[in-house]
Each structure stands twice: as C-alpha cells, then as structure tokens.
C-alpha cells in the first residue's frame, strides 16, 4: 500500500504496514506543517431528549490544518454532525474543547461557515446575487458595492454568473448547493463546514459536485471539514479522514487518503481501502470491541 493511504488507530497506525509508519508520518507533517488551524481536543458533546441525555460523542480529538480538506466519517448517529455544529459554535462541549488558532471556540462567528444539506438554506425572495451578498451587508463585513463585487466573483468561481438575478426556485438542487457554497466562501472564513451537502441529490448530480468542489479547492485552497457517511465520498473528498466508532462517537482511526481522486474510484487500491474503511467502522457491530 502507498504511504499516502496509510490508516492510523487511535493508538497509532495499524500493523498492516509496519515499514511505512514513520516515513508516512514525517511526510505528513511536512506537507501540513506543524500548527493546526483547528484543533478539537478530547471533546464530549451530549443532548438532551424528552426522555434522557444523550452522549453524542465521547473524547474525540483531532488537528485540522490550513488548506486541508478534512472528512468525518462514520454510521448514523455517531455524532459527526454534531461534531461539526460544536465547530461551529452552536453546540459547546461537555468536555475538552475545541481551538480555532488558538483560541477556544465559544460562540458562532463568520470565521466558521455551514453549508448544510438542505436546499433551502437559501431565503426565496433574495435572488442569487442577494443571497451571496446578505451576510457580507448583515455582519457589516463589506459594503453594498464590495459586497456586491465579492458575490460576482464567488458565484463566477461556481459557475453561475448567469443565474445572478433569478430567484431560487429557478434553480436545480445541485445549483442551489452551489450558490450556498458561494455564499459560504465569500465570507472568506478561517474554515468552510460542509454537513453531508450532497446527500439529497442525484447520484450523477452528486459527482459533479463533488468535482466542482476540488476543483473549487484548487483554486481557491480553503479549509474544509466535511461530514458524509459515504466512504467513496470521503476517499474522493478528502485528504484527510477520521473515522468515528458507532454510537457514542470515538475516534477509530485517522487516515491520509489525498492520493485519491474521482479518477481512481474504480482502482483495485482505492476499492481495497474502502473495504478496510467498512470493516473498521462496523467491526464493533460483528463483537469486535472499541
């Protein structure tokens, strides 16, 4: 296996690759350098039901650094959406914390952006040049000329300049997304959060986007963290993936997947690391203990 495909447990990189473990490592930290740009530190999040407390996510810890695409991955309920809105702010931890440079996240801010999977994220009566502008004029990061300006150049980064002035229910879902990710971006934030944001569409519509995305990251290399439960999407999406245990959510593993691409999803390697992933992430349903 390819040291870019390596695959970590939570107490270091399994054995299926022992020559492999510390070169894999330094090239790591040479490619992402040795600051994180977010850092969740051994965090519990819990939520509350008519009936009981429930535990979300148990000491769960990772780095995410400028310029990753970072994914998490795992069954339903493992508590990766919650994860992601405890980033953003709206959920705070009933245990460790969560750093963005350095400093601990409290609150929601414009330095931290969700794009989510819903289509109607996107206020009906604003068309889609209003849309990208209304957050940059509501937090007064820009003014209506420059906001305006900025909103072009995001909505051309997407493709849609041609589609400024309609309304959004002109609009597909998959182009719906995409002025969701414009507005997202023309904030300009520290990190983009993206919560399974392809889910709902059509298996080809979800390719293409999925495509515009790293081709979007190309140009413009924000931070990402992305939720999915897809692990053909995390291995596509992704250069790096935390793989969270069944519910509560625990970090299983961490692996290093940038050497795939949507042109390597038929590959013999790519296939055999997402059946490893599979096995990984439902072992403990088959009696095999976290």
């Not at 996510?57 to 994914?71: G, M, P």
């Not at 709206?90 to 801010?109: C, H, Q, S, Y």
């Not at 002025?179 to 904030?187: D, E, H, P």
Request: with cysteine.
């Amino acid at each position: 296996m390819n040291s870019t495909a390596i695959l970590r447990g939570t107490s270091g990189f399994i054995p299926e690759a022992p020559a492999l473990r510390e070169s894999g490592k330094r090239d790591a930290d040479i490619l992402l350098g040795s600051a994180p740009l977010l850092q969740v530190d051994d965090v519990s999040l819990e939520y509350r039901t008519p009936e009981r407390v429930v535990r979300a996510t148990h000491r769960v810890s990772f780095d995410v650094h400028q310029a990753d695409r970072f994914v998490l991955l795992g069954p339903s309920g493992c508590g990766k959406s919650t994860l992601l809105k405890a980033v953003a702010g709206f959920i705070p931890p009933v245990g460790g914390e969560i750093r963005l440079d350095g400093k601990a996240v409290t609150a929601p801010g414009p330095d931290r952006i969700v794009v989510f999977q819903e289509f109607d994220q996107l206020s009906p009566w604003k068309t889609v040049r209003q849309n990208v502008m209304f957050p940059l004029l509501a937090s007064r990061t820009l003014g209506r000329k420059e906001a305006e300006e900025r909103a072009l150049h995001y909505l051309a980064k997407v493709g849609l300049s041609k589609f400024a002035d309609v309304h959004p229910h002109q609009l597909s879902g998959g182009m719906k997304q995409r002025v969701a990710i414009a507005r997202a971006l023309a904030m300009q934030p520290r990190v983009l959060l993206m919560d399974e944001p392809f889910a709902a569409l059509d298996a080809l519509t979800r390719r293409k986007m999925q495509e515009e995305l790293l081709q979007l990251w190309d140009e413009v290399r924000f931070t990402l963290l992305f939720v999915t439960h897809s692990i053909e999407e995390a291995l596509v999406v992704g250069n790096r993936i935390a793989l969270l245990s069944p519910h509560p959510g625990r970090m299983r593993a961490e692996i290093n997947s940038h050497e795939f691409s949507l042109a390597s999803a038929g590959s013999t390697e790519f296939q055999n690391t997402a059946q490893r992933i599979h096995h990984m992430l439902f072992e403990e349903e088959a009696g095999v203990p976290s």
